[in-house]
């Protein structure tokens, strides 16, 4: 019987990250250090001179990458393709036609009498009455109320609420069913968002809705279950690794709660990406008057979905993009993507019109501000209230315009100034240079900015305004 050929290695240098392991491996001295440069990669594969190979193929089992060292084939190597995901395991014969988008359909609601509930049952509603039916979370003071509706709603519903083990298992599971193009959300609040992080870039990586309501508490670390404005910098600007960017909804009262998480599945599914809505410990606990709306939805199927049918076996759900300029493209894509997410900009302007003093607040801190305009107009002060309600993108043009004639800005925040920074960034960005002096009324720890203090602040320096 006739010896069978062991098989010779080759290389792809693509795949090569020039690491030496196969270097050691050969006894035969058949592989050397490279000296070029990969333009592919930026990195420098080794180089194989065969003269001497015995084909006992240690260096294939040194080599860590899956796809760098492999058995040479007989005859010609067949041309590699796994640089592409899409060609590997996206794109599959298949006679069945393109999927198209199957709409949502509106459907009426009885009117009602107004609801008086807290800010995480008005979400939880919110979030059923724009078809949401798979709710995944972890338990965590101060959101729980809202996956606990959703725990006794949901079945009752034909719907999903699990408990998952952790925040990083609820993450993946809102991933795998937003990729089958299902509406999905959490509850949690400021440490259980930290750790959703990963899955939050792999889902804006991919593509994929999902609303992430934080109700925020105290930090940092554990910190406590008291209200805080802590995760305006982690939703703005921090949300996992790469090139991450969402909508951020701040509402301030339980009506908010209802519309804006309605409003966070219509943006999600119109941009294919996570919409963040931050609440905070107080407004998710607090109780008041919530109207629902006419309609509801019935959510339909887009067609990039998985939707684990012969019409939709071609689609692929990846954020994984091998060769750099594809990667690029993809950053690019996603760029031009958060650039038209900039029309979505909303925010409130109270009496701001002829206001000498405005006060820049949002979430719980907003109300006390509205009611500080309201006692220093009483007063015989010009103040106004500028509320942002998208944190991101910030509404610049409505903030500029508040601005006019302003001559005292002061920021009205429960955090170390996170709000500030907005504020600043957005005016930089748009090139304003000329404008008051930032002042602020911070609390931290759980301890809301008071009516008091704002007052104390503005009237402190009333004599600025003489
Ligand atoms: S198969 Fe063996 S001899 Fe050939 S290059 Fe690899 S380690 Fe060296
Ligand atoms: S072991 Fe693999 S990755 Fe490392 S240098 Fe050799 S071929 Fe390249």
């Known amino acids: 019987m ?7 290695p ?36 080794v180089e194989l001179d065969l003269t001497s190979c015995n084909a006992c193929g240690l260096c294939m089992d040194a080599c860590p990458e899956p796809y760098g060292l492999r058995p040479a084939h007989e005859g010609p190597i067949p041309k590699f393709e796994l640089e ?22 509106v459907l009426p609601l009885p009117r009602t009498e107004p609801l008086v509930i807290k800010g995480t049952y008005a979400s939880a509603i919110g979030a059923i009455l724009a078809g949401c ?9 101060p959101s729980t109320e809202g996956a606990e509706l959703m725990a006794k709603f949901l079945p ?31 509850f949690t609040s400021s440490p259980g968002f930290s750790l959703m992080l990963e899955g939050v870039s792999y889902m804006i990586g991919s593509e994929l809705p999902g609303v992430f309501v934080d109700v925020m508490r105290g930090g940092p670390g554990l910190g406590n279950i008291a209200p805080e404005q802590s995760d305006i910098k982690l939703a ?78 071609k689609n692929l759900i990846s954020s994984i993009f091998l060769t750099e300029t594809d990667l690029e493209a993809h950053n690019v894509h996603l760029n031009a993507k958060y650039e038209a997410m900039k029309v979505e900009v909303r925010s409130e302007s109270f009496r701001c019109e002829d206001a000498d003093v405005i006060l820049i607040a949002c979430n719980t801190p907003a109300r006390t501000a509205k009611g500080a305009v309201q006692e220093l107009r009483h007063q015989g002060i010009k103040a106004g209230l500028f509320r942002p309600i998208t944190l991101w993108p910030f509404p610049i043009e409505a903030l500029k315009a508040a601005l006019q004639g302003a ?60």
């Open 2 to 8: 006739a010896l069978k050929e062991r098989p010779k």
């Open 10 to 45: 080759f290389l792809l240098p693509e795949y090569c990250k020039g690491c030496g392991r196969c270097i050691d491996a050969c006894a035969k001295g058949c592989i050397t250090a490279g000296h070029q440069i990969n333009p592919l990669t930026g990195l420098v594969p």
């Open 84 to 105: 592409d995901p899409a060609k590997l395991y996206g794109v599959k014969p298949s006679d069945a036609p393109e999927p198209q988008d199957v709409p949502s359909v």
């Open 133 to 141: 039916r798979h709710v995944y979370g972890y338990p965590i003071t």
């Open 156 to 186: 009752k519903l034909d719907g999903t609420f699990l408990q998952a083990v952790s925040e990083v298992a609820a993450v993946n599971m809102m991933y795998g069913t937003a990729g089958a193009g299902l509406p999905t959300m959490t």
């Open 236 to 313: 703005c600007h921090g949300l996992g690794h790469g090139n991450t960017q969402a909508l951020v909804l701040a509402p301030s009262t339980p009506q908010e709660m209802l519309d804006l998480t309605i409003l966070a599945f219509e943006l999600s599914f119109k941009y294919r990406n996570p919409v963040v809505i931050l609440s905070d410990g107080y407004l998710g606990q607090m109780t008041g008057k919530v109207q629902l709306p006419e309609t509801m939805l019935k959510p339909g199927v887009p067609k990039w979905a998985v939707y684990g049918d012969a019409l939709h076996r």
């Open 407 to 466: 001559e005292r800005l002061v920021v009205v925040e429960a955090s170390a100034g996170q709000l500030e920074n907005e504020v600043r960034l957005a005016l930089s960005k748009a090139g304003v240079r000329d404008y008051p002096e930032l002042e602020s009324v911070r609390r931290m720890g759980g301890i809301l900015p008071q009516q008091d203090e704002i007052l104390a602040q503005v009237l402190g320096k009333k004599e600025v305004l003489a």
